[in-house]
């Protein structure tokens, strides 16, 4: 099975996570974009999706699935997104994509995450991708020089990136994640910090890993 074989194979598990008559939300990636090509298939049966990003919300558009703003809505049943990285206690990483805040505000919002990546991303120890961290622009070197003192690593920022809030991203290269939760929320407290892509404090309830031998489900 190639890579894109196992992704397509578990966005079309996560379906049956779906739940008939409610919104669904849906994240961001190519691992995403396989479940949103699935969930057209199923788009009469849902009331609608909450999109992580515009470029999710353009492809639900694109299948004429109706996408509402997560103000108008009161719950969302599963939230269904791929990851960068994941543990065996599915902390992730996420916002190799730059979608991180939004992501993990459609995630807060929803009573179950449902994350879907293939066997390339399940890691004994997290780190080895750079830690994405959304900033405020004019944080960017405050922020930079607080990462260093207080978790260490090297922040690194991507180039000619802005994310869908108008923000910067730093990628945190060369940080060796032994304490997910705690890293989490050190970085969450620095001052200029949006969000960052550990989501360990509220980690994925369920993972539908691709296999070799199939689709695995760790809970
Ligand atoms: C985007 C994300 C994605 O979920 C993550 O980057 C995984 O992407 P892919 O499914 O393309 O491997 O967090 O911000």
Do not use: W
């Amino acid at each position: 099975m190639t890579q894109d074989e196992m992704k397509q194979a578990v966005a079309q598990a996560a379906i049956e996570y779906v739940e008939a008559g409610t919104i669904v939300g849906v994240g961001t990636g190519s691992t995403a974009n396989f479940f949103i090509d699935e969930l057209a298939k199923i788009k009469h049966k849902i009331e609608g999706t909450v999109a992580s990003s515009e470029a999710s919300a353009e492809r639900l558009k694109g299948h004429g699935i109706e996408v509402f703003d997560l103000n108008s809505v009161s719950e969302i049943a599963v939230y269904v997104d791929g990851a960068d990285e994941s543990n065996k206690y599915l902390h992730l990483i996420k916002g190799g994509g730059g979608a991180l805040t939004r992501e993990k505000i459609v995630a807060a919002a929803s009573k179950k995450f449902v994350c879907i990546a293939d066997e390339s991303k399940l890691v004994d120890v997290m780190g080895k991708f750079p830690l994405p961290v959304e900033v405020i622009p004019m944080a960017r070197s405050l922020v930079a020089r607080e990462i260093i003192k207080q978790v260490g690593g090297e922040p690194v920022l991507r180039e000619g990136f802005t994310t869908d809030n108008g923000n910067i991203i730093l990628d945190i290269h060369n940080l060796e994640i032994m304490e997910p939760t705690k890293i989490e929320q050190i970085l969450t407290n620095i001052t200029g910090v949006v969000t960052n892509g550990l989501f360990a404090i509220k980690p994925a309830n369920v993972l539908l890993l691709g296999t070799q031998d199939g689709v695995k489900t760790i809970t």
